[in-house]
Structures are given as structure tokens and as C-alpha cells.
T-cell receptor
């Protein structure tokens, strides 16, 4: 059974650009959530999607957005990138059994 | 804010049991205790979770006190590969798939297994 797949693994962007990250959850899982991890702030919840609807949102500016497709795959987008957006972005997949599994993450560097 | 308190760091000798404590004194009756670990530069790895009974799987054992205000994760025979940051998290169940999957992470415990 495949795990949570995130692409790309590494990317470098310039300030002001926008970026889209992709996440494929575990087969059969309908919930996808996103987290940002930085050395200073640790792991912080961004938002969560279930059946294509945003179910919960963390305390991040509107530049951070996401969506979920009918096949449960999810994307998150960050517009007008800032240096402080450099982080590891993690996707988590939730399904029956109440357990949440994480992907390996996407490392974003903003220069 | 995280509802758990963990020591910042711990050391353990290879081959010995690693016992990682967690305080969650404000836990509610329907909230589960979850443990994850994160090895540097990787995504958090699920270890185990429990409600009130002790749990064991191939990775670890989870001991929850009777009053549920604290728990201990036990790695029975620690190896060098167990060196990681361990997170204890409290969350409500998503029984109907209509609840939230949001996890609130604290700073965790940095476990170092020494040869």
C-alpha cells in the first residue's frame, strides 16, 4: 500500500513568485491536511480538506491556499513568496482508524 | 497551543529501553494520546496511539496512567536509528470522519541513542 506522496521534494523560488505543492494521500483516505515546519516555529497546521471542502484552517495569511480534488489529491499554493516562507511543507493523510500519516515533505527555499 | 508537556531532550544507551514521558493533565475524556517521531529532514512517522488502555505494537508500547493525565512511550530495545524527535499529541477522535484531523505539535523530546 503506497504511502503519502508529495511532489516536488525540493524546490527553490524567488521572492514574489508563487508555488504549488502537490499531495497524493493514501488510497481510500479522504482527509488531507497541510503543515509548515520551520526551525523557529516548529510544526504548524495550515489547513485541512475533506471531500473537497476546507474543514479547518490555521492562522496563516491569505497567501496560503489549498484545494482538494475529487480523487482526494490535494494542492497547496503560496503566492507572493517571502523569504520567511522557506520551510518544509508536510502533507498528512487521514482515513478510517483515526490514524494520520505524513508524507516526506516538500522543501521550499525562497531566495 | 499544545496540550502536552515533554522533556526537551533525553539520552539512552543502545540496546536499553527508552522511556519517554508526556504530561497531558488537561486531556478530555474522548481525546486520544498519539505519538509520532521525526528523524531529521523526514516527515513525522506514526508510532502508536491509545485512549485509556495500554497499547503495544511492533514499534513501541504506550502506557497511559489510570487518570490519563500522563503517558510513557517505551522503545524496548533502542537502536541508533531510533534517534529522533518524539512528539506526544492529544487529539479527539474523528469517529464520523466529520471531525478535524488537525494535530497540534509541541516541541517534542529529542531522543539521542548512544552506542
Amino acid at each position: 500500500k503506497a504511502g503519502v506522496t508529495q511532489t516536488p521534494r525540493y524546490l527553490i523560488k524567488t521572492r514574489g513568485q508563487q508555488v504549488t505543492l502537490s499531495c497524493s494521500p493514501i488510497s481510500g483516505h479522504r482527509s488531507v491536511s497541510w503543515y509548515q515546519q520551520t526551525p523557529g516555529q516548529g510544526l504548524q497546521f495550515l489547513f485541512e480538506y475533506f471531500s473537497e471542502t476546507q474543514r479547518n484552517k490555521g492562522n496563516f495569511p491569505g497567501r496560503f491556499s489549498g484545494r482538494q480534488f475529487s480523487n482526494s489529491r490535494s494542492e497547496m499554493n503560496v503566492s507572493t513568496l517571502e523569504l520567511g516562507d522557506s520551510a518544509l511543507y508536510l502533507c498528512a493523510s487521514g482515513g478510517p482508524g483515526n490514524t494520520i500519516y505524513f508524507g516526506e515533505g516538500s522543501w521550499l527555499t525562497v531566495v | 497551543d499544545a496540550k502536552t508537556t515533554q522533556p526537551t531532550s533525553m539520552d539512552c544507551a543502545e540496546g536499553r529501553a527508552a522511556n519517554l514521558p508526556c504530561n497531558h493533565s488537561t486531556i478530555s475524556g474522548n481525546e486520544y494520546v498519539y505519538w509520532y517521531r521525526q528523524i531529521h529532514s523526514q516527515g513525522p512517522q506514526y508510532i502508536i496511539h491509545g485512549l485509556k488502555n495500554n497499547e503495544t505494537n511492533e514499534m513501541a508500547s504506550l502506557i497511559i496512567t489510570e487518570d490519563r493525565k500522563s503517558s510513557t512511550l517505551i522503545l524496548p530495545h533502542a537502536t541508533l536509528r531510533d534517534t529522533a524527535v518524539y512528539y506526544c499529541i492529544v487529539r479527539p477522535p474523528d469517529l464520523t470522519q466529520g471531525g478535524s484531523e488537525k494535530l497540534v505539535f509541541g516541541k517534542g523530546t529529542k531522543l539521542t541513542v548512544n552506542p
